[in-house]
């Protein structure tokens, strides 16, 4: 096998409310359900079983992000990892989508619409008004971030211009320090970094989805190259079922 000095653990967050709900939920900051507790915890022992223990930890500024990671940490008896987090990791803003029900939204402009708002590399949807209730426009957690770089909406293209200086800045620096980084994230800022890693095509991006609590480790050679390309998920089978149903989110 060759040389693989460099390894990354990227977990999305378990279930959330609104994945719960099947609601579009990009910036909103909504909570675990039970059962994204419990897939939380559940991924910090499938580290554990693995022997892969990560170093250091890189959340979103967002709760089910951050709690997902402290659920899985501390099944690992690794609480006092050092931290990062930025809005870099945050999921991918959904615009005026946010808080609209995937499947009314399916019924409502079609296949086709919708799989070009959720899946196309470069479309996005349209954005938020500052003043709804589902904008993060004013959120306290974002009053650092000039106005012009805050989001209303955003396509994946977007989601992989605004990660990529944190992944260059402050994730590849841990990783040639030779610690074990975890990133926990979201479904679509791990896709924009997967699409990085793997080198996956505008096109092809599209059909990737990554389920929620099942840590995917990427052992990477020298020039941060994953050895086995699209990582491994730490628990294949529930990985593949899980990102079915991601896949088919809002057909149900
Ligand atoms: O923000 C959301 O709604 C989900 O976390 C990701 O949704 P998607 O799989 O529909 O892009």
Redesign the pocket.
Known sequence: MADAPYKLVLLRHGE?E??AKN????W?DVDLTEKGEKEAARGGQLLLDAGVLPDVLHTSLQRRAIRTAQLALDVADLNWLPVRRSWRLN??H?GA??GKD?KQTLEEFGEEQFMLW??SYDTPPPPLADDDEYSQFADRRYASLPVEIRPRTECLKDVVERMLPYWYDAIVPDLFGGDTVLVAA???SL?ALVKHLDGVSDADIAGL?IPTGIPLLYELDADLRPVTPGGRYLDPEAAAAAIEA?KN??RK
């Open positions: 959330s609104w994945n609601l579009f939920t990009g909103v999921e991918r959904y989508l946010q995937k959720r899946r979201h479904g679509n896709r989805n991601v989110q809002g």
